[in-house]
């Protein structure tokens, strides 16, 4: 398998220093000075965007998207990898980004708790969130990220059974959307040294566990919040996206009829629409855009 040094020299993009390593950070467009920052999930790095950022860029907006520590192709280092590692990553990023306006930032599961600490640490920076199936719980709903935390036997766990399994699960549904091409970039970049390191240390420090307070800290009035769910998503339920807007202050809600988890790469104009359009977006047939107070 490629070596991360090998990966990085074939893709686009730059390396920033921030804090526990560098940073691949993926700056594209931006001619009407608005600009987005996409934040993603907890074990597809930046291109689980690739159809989405082409959408953005055409009305004119900058798109810049970045890798999580331990993720795609920034540094893997030895450190621990809990929430807070990840939100200073990502006020770094957003720091690099010298705007005369505050930024939209969409989250995608993880992502969206990370979104949502974002703007709660940064309120002026950030006028605008897109939560997109918001991790509420996912260490309370699943086993295996509980065996994965185990001292001593998770690592090794992760990287026999965790990261095949991901494989087979991306091979599957990357099959089914017509986007086969994205199987081989997830395999060469989960095989390369410390990505398994890094997800079972995020379920040893209960990183993807309880995200509540994220969304709860967040008060009325600071900035427009759109919730976006997938009506078959199993892996952020709309049972729990229902508990997470019941967390937030008034916000739009866009749910899309037959999306599942991955649906930024199957319903990209959609979440496009609904992101530049705002609340003026219009509803279609099989989905529903409406105002609502927690």
């Known amino acids: 398998m490629p070596s991360l040094d090998d990966l990085r020299r074939e893709a686009p993009g730059r390396l920033v220093q921030l804090g526990a390593g560098l940073t691949h950070v993926v700056d594209e467009g931006g001619a009407n000075g608005k600009t987005v920052l996409l934040v993603h999930g907890a074990t597809v790095p930046h291109w689980e965007f690739d159809r989405l950022a082409p959408q953005l860029r055409r009305t004119g907006w900058r798109v810049v998207r970045f890798d999580f520590f331990g993720h795609g192709l920034s540094d893997r280092p030895a450190v621990r990898y809990d929430f807070d590692l990840f939100l200073e990553q990502a006020l770094g990023v957003l720091d690099t980004l010298r705007t005369a306006h505050p930024v939209t930032v969409l989250g995608h599961s993880f992502g969206a708790a990370i979104a949502a600490a974002m703007a709660a640490e940064r309120p002026g920076s950030i006028e605008r969130l897109v939560l997109v199936a918001p991790l509420l719980d996912f260490m309370a709903r699943a086993l295996l990220p509980r065996v994965f935390s185990l001292p001593g036997i998770g690592r090794p766990l992760m990287r026999r059974i965790g990261v095949p399994a991901l494989e087979r699960r991306r091979r599957r549904r990357y099959a089914a959307i017509g986007a086969e091409q994205l199987t081989e970039r997830f395999v060469a970049e989960a095989r390369t040294s410390g990505y398994a390191e890094a997800l079972s240390s995020m379920f040893a420090n209960r990183t993807l566990g309880d995200q509540r307070e994220r969304y709860r800290r967040l008060q009325p ?68 855009l409406m105002r609502q107070a927690p």
Do not use: C, F, W
């Open 221 to 288: 009035g600071e900035r427009e919040i759109l919730v976006v769910a997938g009506a078959l998503d199993r892996i952020v339920p709309l049972r729990d996206v229902a508990e997470v807007r019941s967390l937030l202050p008034p916000h739009d809600y866009l749910e899309i009829a037959q999306a599942e988890h991955n649906v930024l790469l199957t319903h990209p104009e959609r979440v496009a629409a609904a992101l530049v359009a705002g609340k003026a977006v219009p509803p279609m047939r099989s989905e529903s």
